[in-house]
């Protein structure tokens, strides 16, 4: 959801700048999408801090499925392609904007290894290490 409510600011901002090209607005603007990417990083860190405390405290046992593991395999591959693509339209754009926009996909593709990692763990090391 705040991956969308990103890309939604951006192509906002985009779209002021296209209708109007010469407008004296363009650098505030550019302020208002920066903050407000900035704004949707500290809400993705808070949730995934507080989901991970949540999880952790209350036991909440893991519960993969199939559909869950593809979609999660090719989102991991398709938003590094996309935060490359965004970063580089950012960096030749100049806007702040547009190349912090993508640290998102960078985070959830992270998480995505993440989750990848644990189903490796426990479909081939289930029981190793553990105490009776």
Not at 15 to 25: K, N, V
Not at 89 to 96: C, D, E, F, H, N
Request: charged share 15%; hydrophobic share 55%.
């Amino acid at each position: 959801m705040i991956e969308l409510l990103s890309a939604g600011v951006l192509l906002w901002r985009l779209h002021r700048e296209l209708s109007e090209p010469d407008s004296e607005d363009a650098w505030r603007i550019e302020r208002q999408a920066a903050r407000v990417s900035l704004l949707l990083l500290t809400i993705l860190a808070a949730v995934l801090v507080i989901s991970a405390a949540a999880a952790f405290w209350r036991h909440i046992p893991e519960s993969p499925s199939s559909l869950g593991l593809i979609i999660t395999a090719v989102s991991s591959v398709l938003m590094i392609v996309f935060a490359r693509a965004k970063r580089r339209l950012g960096i030749a754009l100049g806007s702040q904007a547009l190349q912090a926009d993508p640290v998102e996909g960078w985070v959830c593709a992270y998480m995505a290894w993440a989750h990848w990692a644990v189903r490796l763990r426990s479909c081939c090391f289930t029981g190793v290490g553990q105490i009776p």
